[in-house]
């Protein structure tokens, strides 16, 4: 009986140390998606890729299945590449910025 309660209690601590290294990863890639669509020259890209942004963290916040969260992870880490590209490009085609943003 000891040895099951101790079985359990540092299976417990995995999980909870694993769940404690999946939200580091998800904040971490959180803010480089939000500092990279901050680099959005046009005015409705940035906010678009911004609201965009934290719609899909605030949905995903009760995801549980671990499966699951780490294909989010992933389809996240491939948009960060996508918005990287997407704000490279937008910089070198500036035009001239919306009265709203001045």
């Given at each position: 009986?000891?040895?099951?309660?101790s079985?359990?209690?540092?299976?417990?601590?995995?999980?909870?140390?694993?769940?404690?290294?999946?939200?580091?990863?998800?904040?971490?890639?959180?803010?480089?998606?939000?500092?990279?669509?901050?680099?959005?020259?046009?005015?409705?890209?940035?906010?678009?890729?911004?609201?965009?942004?934290?719609?899909?963290?605030?949905?995903?916040?009760?995801?549980?299945?671990?499966?699951?969260?780490?294909?989010?992870?992933?389809?996240?880490?491939?948009n960060?590449?996508?918005?990287?590209?997407?704000?490279?490009?937008?910089?070198?085609?500036?035009?001239?910025?919306?009265?709203?943003?001045?």
């Open positions: 009986m000891v040895c099951f309660v079985s359990l209690r540092r299976r417990r601590t995995i999980i909870h140390m694993s769940s404690a290294a999946h939200r580091m990863k998800v904040l971490s890639l959180y803010k480089q998606l939000l500092r990279e669509s901050q680099k959005f020259s046009s005015y409705n890209f940035r906010n678009y890729a911004l609201r965009r942004i934290r719609d899909a963290f605030r949905e995903g916040k009760a995801l549980t299945d671990s499966t699951k969260i780490q294909s989010e992870v992933d389809y996240a880490s491939k960060l590449d996508i918005i990287k590209r997407q704000a490279l490009i937008s910089q070198m085609f500036r035009a001239d910025k919306l009265v709203i943003e001045k």
